[in-house]
């Protein structure tokens, strides 16, 4: 049972910055996919990246382009999401999740597995 647990929520000005972590667990040796979604009140949960931990291409959806990138923690288990110049449009519950299967990166049905979600709240 793969567990994954976000951490690094906030509340920030727009501008700002903030770094999210998703440590995962109960994978064994497997590589998998590593989603981040986030939902903000009244829409839709939408892909924002997703990075493949064997090595490959990582995804951005169009409106984080150019202002979040994955980094590689000092644990090997943890991967963060730095997300800079955030818009007050960032904001919403944030969602690591893990998938084994292949599909289009940003569609939910593709991640198996799904953190608890941390708050981000960027304000104007």
């Known amino acids: 049972q793969v567990q994954l647990v976000e951490s690094g929520g906030g509340s920030v000005q727009a501008g700002g910055s903030l770094r999210l972590s998703c440590a995962a667990s109960?994978?064994?040796?497997?590589?998998?996919?590593m989603g981040w979604f986030r939902q903000a009140p009244g829409k839709e949960r939408e892909g924002v990246a997703s990075?493949?931990?064997?090595?490959?291409?990582?995804y951005y959806a169009d409106s984080v382009k150019g202002r979040f990138a994955f980094s590689q923690a000092n644990a090997k288990n943890t991967l963060y999401l730095e997300m800079n110049s955030l818009k007050p449009d960032d904001s919403g519950m944030y969602y690591c999740?893990?998938?084994?299967?292949?599909?289009?990166?940003?569609?939910?049905?593709?991640?198996?597995?799904w953190g608890q979600g941390t708050q981000v709240t960027v304000s104007s």
């Open positions: 999740a893990a998938g084994f299967i292949g599909g289009r990166w940003s569609d939910p049905v593709v991640y198996k597995y």
């Open positions: 990075i493949y931990t064997g090595g490959g291409a990582t």
């Open positions: 109960g994978y064994g040796n497997s590589n998998f996919r």
